[in-house]
Antibody, heavy 120, light 107 residues
């Protein structure tokens, strides 16, 4: 079965950086696009970023563009999200999700999430 | 950017009631719409994709309809385990946008 396990969350000061990882199993990782979605405490879901199956194209939400970078290592079945210049409003649970297709459609399966807290 | 607006923001219904949630896109998105269910403290779960296709394993009391800008999620007979927040999401371009969510509570 599909398993997605996020790691790398924690507490960081404003302006700091973190790298989140998502290790995938139970499917052919290199055949599917992947996404990051976040959820601030008590708030709704916010799409963050998408990467195609081969890493050839990436897309980021305007709210994180220029600060966050999605990437992947298909040899390690791992998805990454580099978070730079963090702001208080980036505090959220970050979910990685397997897309239903290679080139971009809907998030089909979700990991359990990792909490990022930006606080001084 | 295309905005997704759900209504109502919350509702309260009794077991057995028919419940309808609406999602409106600010521009046409064909049928590139998915619905998710999120129970408190849990991970979102895919219910419906392509506006009306039920994800495998999802109970048949859930259904979706719509095309273009107006979409609905219907629960034909509300069950206690359906208490959750429901989100729509568009996926027709390189910007994936969620609605703000609809919280469904049991009376």
């Amino acid at each position: 079965q599909v398993q997605l396990v996020e790691s790398g969350g924690g507490v960081v000061q404003p302006g700091g950086s973190l790298r989140l990882s998502c290790t995938a199993s139970g499917f052919i990782f290199s055949d599917y696009g992947m996404q990051w979605v976040r959820q601030a405490p008590g708030k709704g879901l916010e799409w963050v970023a998408f990467i195609r199956y081969d890493g050839s194209n990436t897309y980021h939400a305007d709210s994180v563009k220029g600060r966050f970078t999605i990437s992947r290592d298909n040899s390690k079945n791992t998805l990454y999200l580099q978070l730079n210049s963090l702001r208080l409003e980036d505090t959220a649970v970050y979910y990685c999700a397997k897309d239903a297709s290679a080139g971009g459609s809907y998030p089909e399966y979700w990991g359990q999430g990792t909490l990022v807290t930006v606080s001084s | 950017d295309v905005q997704m607006t759900q209504s109502p923001s919350s509702l309260s219904a009794s077991v057995g009631d028919r419940v309808t949630i609406t999602c409106r896109a600010s521009q046409g998105i064909s049928n590139y719409l998915a619905w998710y269910q999120q129970k408190p403290g849990k991970v979102p779960k895919l219910l419906i994709y392509a506006a009306s296709t039920l994800q495998s394993g999802v109970p048949s009391r859930f259904s979706g309809s719509g095309f273009g800008t107006d979409f609905t999620l219907t629960i034909s007979s509300l069950q206690p385990e359906d208490a959750a927040t429901y989100y729509c999401q568009k996926y027709n371009s390189a910007l994936w946008t969620f609605g703000q969510g609809t919280k469904v509570e049991l009376k």
